[in-house]
């Protein structure tokens, strides 16, 4: 498989505080790659080291199949980025932001910028200045800057933030229209893991600096035994061992004093009731239910939720 | 370096701060033109010219000051510096083209002050209206004002390392103005030290002769000043993290 970034034993300290702890990233050319991590994780940190905002400790860093020894320009002009709060002059309007960005890149082209405002839905000719605008209209302007020279790879740290449900939704379409149409490769963090279940192709979660787990979404998928039977008895020890003996049932796990999760899904609900009516058992509830990515991610990080 | 230099220049043309900085430096000679008309019309041509050296000495390191640490401490308050870092642009390429662009601004700004100067001298003076008064007023205070420049360019170091910080590259702003007003009254004794001291040094490069031992410690001192302020500009900035 190809990568487009690649990051080995990255660490970075901040005075005696480790934020990024021997962090191997592997992200794949032209899939969504999704860094999953509570704030301080240190998610922006190895952003800000893939962008060349931060310098690394130890570690290093591919991208585009070459290691990144020193600051070159060529690579980074391949980039597209926003990196946390959306940065513009305040007092310039979109297109005239965009300009002063665009001339740091070369000549000012007025249809790349208004293409870009385009496909994030932001007026061309708009006399409102940016610090009118809304946290929205911000991000929508910052997405905007991240693909106007159209980037083979783009580092987007919370792009939904301050949008509403349905520019959420437009950003989301987005995004997956770039990578799986235009064939870029996106790195995306977002705390809103609903989102980055629907989005992602492969995932990097991230928690205290280290990376804990990197796999595609697929594999996720199956590593978080995404569906068990959750059932509420009487006498759990009881239907604990009738479970894994006489049914001979493996995956069991007992979260709660009278819950039982069965991951061994060789029974459906209604058999498995069956079953335990027959003998002779009282089962008060049963019911399929879905492991989320929030429960994987706590269940990776000990406990620690995303929020 | 062109196009980081044209990105600043889009900048600077909608910089308020830089607008009313040129504004204030051509109200000195406009003020000392009004002075002279209406308050002192008895006020001769040299006194005339010392009291504009004295306020422009004064008053162009403040207004310098405010415009370069307002332009900076925005980049950092505002986050564009990493934008512009990942357009992307070197860190040495950014901060040149801040000085230049910069410098551009003081230019033109010093170039109109000049010219009020100069129609001031030939509206109120028109007897000392010389070529060689003339020549004399206007190197005075273009050397002055190139001086200064020089010697304020530490200030966008400490811009660099306040970030979005605002007070101590203001503070060093007044004391750098206040320096050079003081170095028009400095006695004989303490001539040397101010000579060394740059900012008092840019106000004492106007009143010793040129090619003097005191002209030349003067010259050293100012641009070691500035070399030393660059230098530690592009060092302190390009081992920032952003």
Redesign the interface.
């Given at each position: 498989m190809e990568y487009m970034i690649q990051t080995y034993g990255l660490c970075k300290k901040y005075g005696g505080c480790s934020v990024v702890q021997n962090v191997s990233m592997h992200v794949p050319k032209g899939k969504i790659y999704g860094l999953l991590g509570r704030n301080g994780a240190g998610k922006i940190t190895i952003m800000?080291i893939l962008?060349?905002?931060?310098?690394k400790d130890s570690g290093s860093v591919t991208l585009f199949n070459q290691v990144m020894a020193d600051?070159q320009?060529g690579i980074?002009?391949r980039?597209g980025?926003t990196?946390?709060?959306?940065?513009?002059?305040?007092?310039?309007t979109a297109m005239?932001n965009l300009?002063?960005?665009s001339?740091?890149?070369?000549k000012v082209d007025k249809n790349k910028i208004r293409n870009a405002l385009n496909v994030v839905g932001l007026p061309y000719q708009d006399k409102k200045i940016f610090s009118k605008y809304s946290l929205g209209m911000k991000q929508r302007l910052a997405i905007a800057?991240a693909i106007i020279n159209d980037p083979e790879l783009l580092i987007l740290d919370e792009p939904t933030n301050g949008l509403d449900p349905i520019g959420i939704a437009e950003m989301r379409i987005l995004i997956r229209r770039l990578s799986h149409e235009c064939g870029k490769t996106i790195l995306i963090s977002s705390h809103q893991l609903s989102e980055m279940e629907q989005m992602v192709d492969w995932i990097g979660i991230i928690h205290e600096g280290r990376m804990l787990e990197e796999c595609s979404y697929q594999q996720l998928e199956e590593n978080r035994q995404h569906s068990y039977i959750r059932l509420v008895v009487k006498e759990p020890e009881q239907v604990y061992e009738y479970l894994k003996k006489s049914l001979s049932i493996e995956n069991i796990k007992r979260p709660e004093a009278s819950a039982i999760e069965i991951y061994d899904l060789k029974y459906g609900t209604l058999e498995l009731n069956s079953r335990l009516f027959a003998a002779g058992f009282a089962v008060a509830e049963i019911s399929k239910c879905q492991n989320s990515l929030e429960d994987y991610f706590k269940k990776l990080t000990g406990g620690a939720g995303i929020a | 370096m062109h196009?980081?230099v044209?990105?600043e220049i889009?900048?600077f043309r909608?910089n308020?701060m830089a607008w009313m900085g040129t504004l204030i430096i051509v109200t000195i000679p406009l003020f000392m033109i009004w002075n002279r008309l209406v308050i002192d019309p008895q006020r001769e041509y040299m006194e005339w010219l010392m009291s504009v050296l004295m306020l422009n000495t004064l008053i162009l390191p403040i207004v310098n000051g405010f415009v370069i640490t307002s332009n900076m401490q925005?980049e950092y308050q505002?986050?564009?510096?990493?934008?512009?870092?990942?357009?992307?642009?070197?860190?040495e390429k950014f901060m040149a083209a801040k000085l230049v662009v910069w410098f551009l601004w003081y230019l033109i700004s010093i170039c109109l002050l000049e010219m009020i100067v100069t129609a001031g001298c030939y509206t109120l003076f028109p007897v000392e209206f010389t070529t060689g008064n003339m020549r004399y007023a206007l190197f005075l205070l273009i050397q002055n004002n190139f001086f200064s420049f020089i010697a304020g360019i530490p200030i966008l170091w400490i811009c660099v390392k306040q970030q979005a910080l605002f007070y101590p590259s203001m503070l060093a702003t007044l004391g750098s103005a206040v320096l050079q007003a003081a170095g028009l009254q400095v006695s004989e004794e303490l001539i040397l030290p101010a000579c060394v001291c740059p900012w008092t040094a840019v106000s004492i490069s106007g009143l010793v002769e040129v090619d003097t031992f005191y002209y030349w410690i003067c010259l050293v001192s100012i641009f070691l000043c500035g070399l030393v302020g660059f230098m530690g500009t592009i060092i302190s900035f390009g081992?920032q993290?952003?």
């Open positions: 800000k962008l060349g905002l931060v310098k600051y320009s980074y002009a980039i980025s990196i946390e709060s959306p940065g513009f002059y305040s007092n310039l005239e300009s002063v960005f001339r740091l890149r070369g800057n | 196009n980081a044209c990105s889009i900048k909608r308020k925005r505002d986050r564009t510096i990493r934008n512009i870092l990942t357009a992307p642009v070197s860190r081992n993290d952003q």
